[in-house]
């Protein structure tokens, strides 16, 4: 395995500091200041790594801001030669700072973590991902990679007023229909970017459906039941009807070039659990045009169902997966009534249709790059000759997400995320890397 160094010696550091990035903090206001005489580092598992120019961009547009409280900022400090962990202001003694990390905006996966220490009895961070930070002369930078540079969900180019126009529009159009009134809210509270482009008419819209959900994922986002950590957002609380559906995938097939549209959301559970109005609209859409993408965003838990959907006029799957060894599957996802090996047949039953196929990878720095992990993303990938990997930040404390690994399975010193993308880059040229659903062509012109 090539293997690109992933951390620097401390006297490497000390002799080239004029390319090291400067750390930040926050105080107790969330007012964010460079950190003078110290150097930013992230983050990546156990392991402390420094942050340069060389390992980290300007931080893209769009990218938002975080402090975390209960929790202690980690340095590196050249007067020392140390890592340190500041437990007040170095300039301000009896202050209190705290680290800040960065929810990079879609597209770009993130390469470290946000070096950190929780205080005793610290709660859980809300389910977001933190990237690590730093300052470097007039701007502060991120240790992400872009993976994908369609501007899907470029927020500069979702102007508020058109999106409103939008949402007049449709309240004429399709007065009685409960699915666009639910992404209305979708677009107007939670600011989603789907529900968003829907109503500006642009790539992606989305088609969520289901209430429930067979699995119980340590970071789902819709719903946690006895759980310190807060939704990011609340589920569907209705089955929106077959012809509810269509109308709306129609609509955006027939206004949008290229147009995508996704069954399996943020805001709803797992939507192959909804399939007796899923597979009834496909067919009905199917009936009416033969353009657009068909997409499922899904656990792939009911590889039976799965084939049914595709036959109805399913062109493609999205199945998220944060690991392919199976008790790390397990140990996220918490299945019920379904295991990893359904979730395989799912990936075979797409290669076998010729549909298209892609893994929804929930990347985590310090767990996704560790040897074990790299090891069974090649095989998987030898084994199952999927069309795209999508690179997803995973959503959760990292902390709380590494010891919730390690209690099944080996993790060994991670080689960095960047040495891991190279590698699968090199070894499956034909794998598409990204982070958004594909427009796939129809089949004749393929």
């Known amino acids: 395995m090539v293997r690109r160094p992933a951390f620097y010696p401390v006297a490497f550091l000390m002799a080239s500091a004029f390319l090291f990035l400067n750390a930040v903090a926050a105080d107790a ?69 705290y680290p800040v990390a960065l929810f990079n905006s879609p597209g770009h ?14 709660k859980p961070l809300p389910l977001f991902s933190y990237g ?28 508020p007023e058109a999106v409103a126009r939008g949402i007049e529009a449709l309240r004429k159009r399709l007065t009685k229909n409960r699915l666009v009134r639910h992404l209305e809210h979708c ?15 642009r790539y992606e819209a989305p088609l969520p459906t289901a209430t429930r959900c067979n699995a119980r994922c340590l970071g789902c986002i819709s719903l946690q039941k006895k759980s310190d950590i807060p939704c990011s957002q609340e589920r569907i609380a209705f089955t929106p009807s077959p012809r509810e559906i269509a109308e709306v995938a129609l609509h955006h097939i027939r ?12 805001c709803e559970g797992e939507p192959l659990t909804a399939a007796r109005v899923i597979e009834p609209a496909i067919r009905k859409i199917r009936t ?35 690991s392919v060894r199976k008790d790390c599957y397990h140990a996220y996802f918490r299945p019920k009534g379904y295991t990893f090996s359904d979730v395989m047949q799912t990936v075979e039953t797409g290669i076998e249709m010729k549909k298209f196929i892609s893994i929804n990878y929930l990347n985590l720095p310090g767990f996704t790059d560790t040897p ?28 709380a997400y590494l010891k919730a690994m390690k209690r099944v399975a080996p993790l060994g010193t991670p080689m960095g995320v960047a040495s891991l993308l190279d590698e699968v880059r090199k070894r499956f040229p034909r794998v598409r890397i990204g982070y958004f659903n594909p427009y796939i062509p129809p089949r004749n012109d393929r």
């Not at 206004?255 to 943020?266: H, I, N």
């Open 29 to 97: 206001g969330g007012r964010i200041f460079e950190l003078d005489g110290y150097r930013a580092v992230g983050m990546s598992g156990s392991i402390f790594l420094p942050l340069t120019v060389e390992n980290s961009i300007p931080v893209p547009h769009g990218t938002e801001f975080m402090y975390l409280p209960d929790r202690y900022p980690v340095v590196f400090d050249p007067g020392s030669g140390r890592i340190r962990i500041l437990k007040e202001n170095p300039h301000a003694p009896g202050e209190p700072i």
């Open 109 to 122: 996966m993130i390469t470290a973590l946000c070096a950190y220490r929780q205080r005793s009895g610290a």
């Open 132 to 159: 690590a930070a730093g300052w470097h002369r007039r701007g502060f930078r991120s240790a992400a990679l872009c993976v994908d540079t369609e501007p899907r969900q470029d927020l500069r180019r979702m102007n």
């Open 187 to 201: 677009a107007l509270v939670y600011g989603c970017p789907a529900g968003k482009n829907f109503f500006l008419g």
């Open 255 to 266: 206004r949008v070039k290229k147009a995508v549209v996704s069954f399996g959301q943020g």
């Open 288 to 322: 009416e045009t033969g353009g657009g993408t068909l997409n499922l965003n899904t656990n792939g838990s009911l590889p039976a169902v799965v084939k049914r959907l595709f036959a109805a006029g399913l062109d493609s799957i999205r199945i998220s997966m944060n």
């Open 372 to 399: 074990e992990e790299a090891r069974a993303l090649f095989r998987f990938l030898k084994t199952y000759p999927v069309h795209m990997i999508q690179w997803r930040n995973l959503n959760m404390d990292p902390l």
